[in-house]
């Protein structure tokens, strides 16, 4: 007999016995079929927000260790106050302007998050007289006038971050590279004013 043929005979052998096998172990349809490590389908993990006797404080969801810092999150240490913001100003730099990237993509993005958050208030044109000042709001001060272009880039990024006067915390909402591009874009609509 030739290999060939001993080899496909040994193969529709082993394919007829797996049929039958088969057959034999499924003669009942509606009882369940057999489990190997029953464990990866029931889990035995927890939900974040339940209790759990083994953990401390008796809950899943655990703090983070004290003194650690969420990946990507470096720390700014000043506090929501008039000196802190003239300290930030002195102290912070746009990372944009010196690490070489196309700025043109990055003034788009701060035009799109500044029309999202700040337009309401300050408006398209950062005059101050957004849609929500046109309904009995206090208006914010101005984007272009004298004071805003001698501010800094990093007191702009203070007031981003931590608010100032009616103005809240914008932090959660806008990322920290997305309140630089903001800033971006602000500078580039006091040049246009200019002209």
């Known amino acids: 007999m030739n290999c060939d043929k001993i080899v496909n005979l040994s193969l529709i ?7 039958l096998f088969n057959g034999l172990a499924r003669f009942d349809p509606h009882r369940r079929n057999y489990q190997f490590m029953p464990e990866m389908v029931y889990s035995k993990a927890a939900e974040s927000f339940t209790p ?21 999150m470096k720390p ?35 035009r799109e998050v500044f029309n999202i ?25 101005s984007l272009l006038s004298d004071t805003s272009r001698q501010m800094a880039d990093g007191q702009f990024f203070h007031i981003l971050t931590y608010g100032q006067g009616n103005m809240g915390s914008y932090a959660p909402q806008i990322s920290r590279t997305d309140r630089w591009k903001v800033i971006l874009h602000i500078r580039a609509l006091q040049e246009q004013a200019q002209e």
């Open 117 to 141: 958050f700040c337009a309401p208030c300050h408006g398209s044109g950062a005059l101050g007289d957004g849609s929500v000042t046109r309904r009995g709001y206090p208006a914010p001060p």
């Open 76 to 110: 700014l240490h000043y506090e929501k106050t008039p000196e802190d913001a003239l300290r930030a100003g002195r102290e912070l730099k746009n990372p944009l302007l010196s690490d070489g990237s196309d700025l043109s993509e990055s003034q788009i993005r701060g």
């Open 13 to 19: 052998v082993a394919l007829g016995f797996l049929v």
């Open 52 to 72: 759990n006797p083994v953990l401390p404080r008796g809950m899943t969801q655990q703090p983070p260790v004290p003194g650690t810092i969420p990946r990507g």
